[in-house]
């Protein structure tokens, strides 16, 4: 039994006077020395540059807002053996971890600023494995411009878990919702959809080979899709200008639009056959790996599902294009009670599993 | 395998207009029924005060700080077994989930706000539970002024995790930073010290009975104090107006003395006889129940420690006496290389582990 002990109450006397450390000190310090040290040389590098972080020796973390700004929060957690592979490789567990919530923060049109990320680790501490972690955290902050600002280590006799508070800047009155979709607005896409759902595929298929039919570079591609999420940063300003309602597709694109409507309290129909599909998703229904249902429904996509109305599509998509970025036009919000995803044939299709839940 | 879900993603049309559900959004609201009830049903009624939260059906929440304000942000991550017993009565382990980060933001000086709750169910959700926890983190929302902006819902196959990241808010460059003492500042300590750690001791000794040497009304007061910290919001703006530094006391007052010492390179010393002990905790320490040592080291006070100027002292006083809160003088900040816990003979007292580390 003990209690919480955040990154900031684990900090030693500083050296830099080189003064001896007096005996509670010592003693605490040896006490604490895998804590302090996971603090000190994993994720305080992390933090060097974030003034509000103070090192993660304080207790808390300062954050300023701009005038005219306001900061959008989102939190994710990701367990183990839920939400990634154990096994897998830490750097793309951190990548991973710090991904899922950008993503958020970029499909309500912020600008991704900061995250505070709480770890509970199994047993004592892999320096090699938290290291991979570390990594992939910096990879991840330096694509996505969001940096480490506070957070809290524990450990769990459980599987590990790491839980990430992510915040992001938007001009005051910005926020894309979820609920702004109107009828006549048209549904957009970015990127490729399925991609890694059939990662997945392929990776659970394994070693029995449901992904051999591919190349290695199709499979390759799919599970890379699945293990780093790339939310694009420079789509946030694109859809506070132009968007009137979005979110991430985390969940499948199929549950995800359902949801869009839902909370826009609007009907919508969207085309199967004008979502786009990445060379190696199509490679993979193609030889039989997954379906079409699965890289609908599947989910981790992590792109962006917007309405934008009529009068804005064009510069949307201009917009998307000039940033070197791929959108699609799928569907459209109407004032109707169905949500449908249509065949080629303009046939409602209908799901086992249109999205993913917990319970 | 699946992905983040957090709450926003399963949200469901609202019925306002009373209209049929459309085919993907039944299937889809029978397949998530265990965690948009879950959503609705306990945490949604948590948000429905803050505005930024919109119900907890948006992939995010907003926060807007007011001019001339900053925001604290501290999170702290909970693992049954770890951080409360996992038997415990849920109502309890809610209101520590919240108490604990509220009493990091007041030792910052910080007004609490709001909180985002990531929560990992093991196996299926128990609704029994999740009501008492509910409840728990509903009398601690009134008691902290602090409300649920948002957060995630997950499973694992592991025990129970809540990680909790609350943010609070305050006057521009008024934080009150563990690096502030300053050699001369008087320490001070608010409420009694080691009420928890004799709960503690006393949950732990069960049945065996190490506690049954108290009454039952003591024995209580003490179980009571490691179930529910009670930071108080009203020190708040105290401390900022008069505290050069301070911290919250979680991982033993020994430890934590050192840890505020060290961050501000300076060294100081508390008298262990001036160490405002409460008459149950005096009780339990006569009894044999608990030593002066785990009193003084045994952490989960979540009482404030804080360096106050000379020139501050009475001020300070007076304003938490008028509070109708307690503070007692305990040491002083010098500029000497040592952290000491006197005697009542003016010895340094040694400590076998003056703080907790999980690692």
Known sequence: MAFSTPWARNCARTNSKNRPMDEIERRGRHDIHGETDIIRNIFAPLAKEVEGAFGLIDDAA????????????????????????PHGAPVDTGYKALGVNVSDLIAKGADPAGYLLSIA???????????????????????????????????????????????????????????????GDRVYVTGTIGDA??????????????????????????????????????LAPILRAHASGAMDIS???????????????????????????????QKAMDAGVVSLEELLCGGDDYEALASVPDDHCAAFENEVNAAGLHTVKIGMIDDGNQVSVLDETGNRMLFSRPGFDHF
């Open 197 to 234: 759902a059939a990662g997945l595929k392929i990776l659970q298929s394994r070693p029995d080979g449901a992904g051999d039919a591919l190349g290695e570079a199709d499979r390759a591609f799919l599970l890379s899709r699945y293990r780093r999420p790339r939310p694009q940063p420079v």
């Open 251 to 281: 969940d499948g694109l199929a549950g995800d639009f359902a949801k869009l409507c839902a909370a826009s309290e609007c009907g919508g129909a969207i085309d199967a056959a004008r979502v786009p599909l990445s060379g190696p998703a």
């Open 121 to 183: 680790l199994s047993g004592k501490p892999d320096i090699a494995w938290l290291n991979g972690l570390k990594e992939g955290l910096a990879e991840a902050q330096a694509d996505f411009g969001c940096l480490l600002t506070g957070g809290d280590t524990v450990s769990t006799p459980g599987p590990l878990c790491l839980s990430v508070t992510a915040f992001g800047r938007i001009p005051t009155g910005k926020m894309v919702m979820r609920s702004g979709a109107r009828p």
């Open 62 to 85: 300062l954050v300023t807002a701009a005038p005219g700004e306001e900061l959008v929060l989102t939190a994710d957690m990701l367990v183990a053996g839920v939400h990634f592979l």
